[in-house]
């Protein structure tokens, strides 16, 4: 596996991403793209040692991308508590923030320059985050569905109030039933960087973009090893739409290597391997041969 840094000019400032060429790609391509978006104050590298995604992109065989996020305040350096980098995921903290920032756009501007520098297939490009990425995550599937073919957002929420993705997305969602800062029954949080924010019961959440894709009503299908797995009747077109519980799993990349605090973010757990489950979905909902 190869590791790139790359800047793109967007917005009037410099974006950074990492990309990563799986051994496994076919040399002329055309290579299923996975978008990996970092949880608020994380940096690329940082999100890679703790989700481990490299070997699992060389396992499914996806040009791994991991984007950087803006800090809160862009003249000062971001640092993790002070000024972290933040995704402008429709939340009333991207709301209250200091500044105006274009993610969308950001994110057209990297999927544009990938394709000039890489055999990048546009009809596969899949999207999971964590937390502050999550939002971000659904955001650019309820903004840019043409564009994205599947999305696993991972331990947080859809903050737009009125969602109406272009086509559905299949999407998987996965959360910890221990997750401080994503309480399952909702009610107001307050975040590390000192916001109070209202949080709403990760039911009614998913329901909100089960209306979005379309989908039917939800049925449990397995409730066993303290795993919750729901789905959802399919929406147009057959879109899947899954979500998973872990119990014992606070905030933190299911499966990743823990590097959080415990104590403000609650404990980490393998029960369920996200990398594994988000890589199989990808490649299932796009139908990706020879992985």
Known sequence: MRTYDFIVLTGGSERRYLAHVSSSLPPRGPWPVLLMLPGAGATPQWTLEETGWQPTAEQ???????????????VQPPAFLPNPPFWNDGSPRAVSAPRAVDDVAFLDALLADLARRFPADPRRVCVTGFSNGAGMTFRLAAERAE???????????LWLDDARPARPVPTLYLVGAQDPLVPLAGGTVMTLGGWHEQRPPIRDMLDRWRRALGCGEPRVIKQDEGVEEVRYAPGVDGAEFRAYTVEGLGHHWPGGRGLLSRRLFGPPSARVRANELIGDFFRQSTRVQGV
Do not use: C, K, N
Request: no cysteine.
């Open 147 to 157: 564009r994205i073919a599947a999305i696993a957002p991972v331990s947080g929420y």
């Open 60 to 74: 499914f065989g996806f040009l791994l991308v991991v984007p950087e996020a803006l800090p809160l305040d862009p």
